[in-house]
């Protein structure tokens, strides 16, 4: 089981090596947060260009987003080509697509040189239009994409579909098992020298100097480095530049058994929220119904997606897995690699992937290694954090509305009447005075007492009965039931209970 949530995803039954929790102070050239694949291809990059580099891992390496993965890999994004276009002028949304397209290939060298056994395979991928879209959208969609310089086939059938869809075929995509491949870069990066560190949580990153930071860990033991890149997911290291740029979501994914031969492709639908599906070892991997943190919708996403499922596919066998995941919508479509924004010139962040983990993480990987090393990069202008979010400012002023709206929390009443009222293995919200508390119901008369301020910017964290966390709707730090984080950007745990 993952150490951060209930589920486990299809891929965790893969055993990765275990590194020490850190146990003294440390001097290195670049500390590198977070060892999800962002975190680790960053590091195999740095490393193979000779930095002396030391990797922080809060929990387990693989108990985090990277593993809760689909792992599509692609270049058809979440948005349209037509909204790619309307908010960024052609150069920019073409350079956008071919970095994407271009990690593709990057991680099949990687697979192909270091001998990594991922199950990595090239497949083509299908968008098809979903329940409810507009009319001509594919048309539309595949003019908008030539003008990009992308290709798409149109098809009378969608492969796999129950019904005859007609659809738009992406060729030469791919696929492969992330923890695998994250097993591979981990070899790597010790046979490279890269000092690597689990259960090592980070508290406080300061700058003693203009060039030097001190990374403090729950441990006491500090790490000095010249350069940081923070590849956390949401960044922890700042409490407004960004996270008022990128807004967060909880995601869902369920396999099912699939027997028979069928043909191995990736599909997209054009609903809203949309649908994605690969196949693995016998498995359907479906995955959507996404929402914002802490803003669960009425029904269960996981019925919801086999409903879908079910509904659109033959052959569907029994529903093996589920599990769920988050993502970091940035307001114009395009992540945050970079320079941190502020004064500090030495600290580096990704983020905003939105469903384009895998590749993003790449792109990562090859863009902040060179501006470390004092060099351009081509993307670098396209991808940088302190791009102000113009682009696209209807989507900024609505997502940071509904954040504003959250705080209206501190206003509400209790989840319950009494403690008692709790079912075991449950959180509800009681309000004690002006403030709230999140109790959880271990088991018996045990509660865990908690603030249920969130320690990043003091929204009002809600139960996530799925994880059995506590989430918070206004920027997606989460929480376990002892108060640790588990997710950004909140750094500190929640407070004990007034």
């Not at 693989?62 to 909204?83: I, P, V």
């Not at 990595?120 to 299908?126: A, Q």
């Not at 090859?366 to 396209?382: E, K, M, N, V």
Request: proline share 5%.
């Amino acid at each position: 089981m993952s150490m951060k949530d209930r589920t486990d995803s299809v891929w965790e039954t893969v055993g990765l090596p275990v590194f020490s929790e850190i146990r003294e102070d440390v001097r290195t050239e670049v500390c590198v947060i977070g060892a999800g694949l962002s975190g680790l291809s960053i590091a195999y990059e740095l490393a193979r260009r000779g930095k002396k580099v030391t990797l922080l891992e809060s929990f387990r390496i693989g108990s985090g987003q990277s593993g809760r993965t689909t792992a599509h890999l692609s270049c058809q994004l979440e948005e349209e080509f037509s909204d790619l276009l309307r908010m960024h002028d052609l150069s920019t949304v073409r350079k956008f697509l071919e970095a994407h397209r271009s990690a593709i290939d990057i991680i099949e060298n990687i697979v192909e040189q270091e001998e990594i056994h991922c199950d990595f395979r090239r497949v083509d991928g299908y968008l098809f239009a979903g329940e409810g879209s507009r009319e001509n959208l594919l048309l539309k969609e595949r003019e908008a994409a030539m003008k990009c310089g992308l290709i798409l086939d149109p098809v009378l059938k969608t492969p796999l579909l129950k019904e005859k869809t007609a659809g738009l075929r992406f060729a030469n995509q791919a696929q492969f098992h992330p923890l695998k491949y994250m097993k591979g870069l981990l070899q790597c990066l010790q046979d490279l020298g890269v000092t690597i560190y689990e259960n090592t949580r980070v508290t406080e990153i300061e700058n003693p100097t203009p060039d030097l930071s001190l990374i403090r860990t729950e441990h006491k033991k500090d790490i000095q480095a010249d350069f940081v890149v923070v590849a956390t997911d949401s960044p922890i290291n700042t409490r407004f530049h960004i996270h008022t740029k990128q807004a967060a979501y909880r995601t869902y994914a369920v396999t099912f058994d699939y027997p028979g031969e069928h043909e191995n492709v990736l599909l997209w639908d054009t609903e809203d929220p949309y649908h994605y599906v690969r196949i693995h070892e016998g498995k359907l991997i479906v995955g959507g119904e996404d929402h914002r943190v802490g803003q669960n919708p009425e029904g269960n996403p996981f019925e919801n997606l086999e409903h879908w499922t079910r509904k659109n596919f033959e052959g569907v066998g029994l529903m093996l897995d589920k599990w769920s995941g988050q993502v970091f919508e940035p307001a114009d479509t395009i992540g945050y690699i970079g320079k941190n924004p502020g004064t500090d010139r030495n600290i580096y962040i990704a983020t905003g992937y939105s469903g384009s983990g895998m590749t993003s993480a790449v792109i990562a990987s090859q863009i902040i290694p060179q501006l470390i090393d004092g060099r351009a990069h081509p993307l670098a202008d396209i991808f940088d954090p302190k791009r102000p979010p113009i682009r696209n400012m209807s989507e900024f002023v609505k997502e940071n509305m509904n954040v504003a709206f959250q705080y209206t929390d501190w206003l509400t009443g209790s989840d319950v009447k009494s403690e008692e009222e709790i079912p075991e293995d449950t959180g509800c919200l009681m309000r004690h005075g002006l403030t709230k508390a999140c109790v959880y119901h271990e088991h018996g008369d045990s509660f865990e007492r908690k603030s249920a301020v969130c320690t990043h910017l003091g929204g009002i964290v809600h139960w996530n009965d799925i994880e059995k966390t506590w989430d918070c709707p206004a920027h997606g730090s989460r929480f376990n039931t002892h108060g640790t984080p588990i997710e950004g950007p909140a750094i500190s745990e929640l407070s004990p209970e007034h």
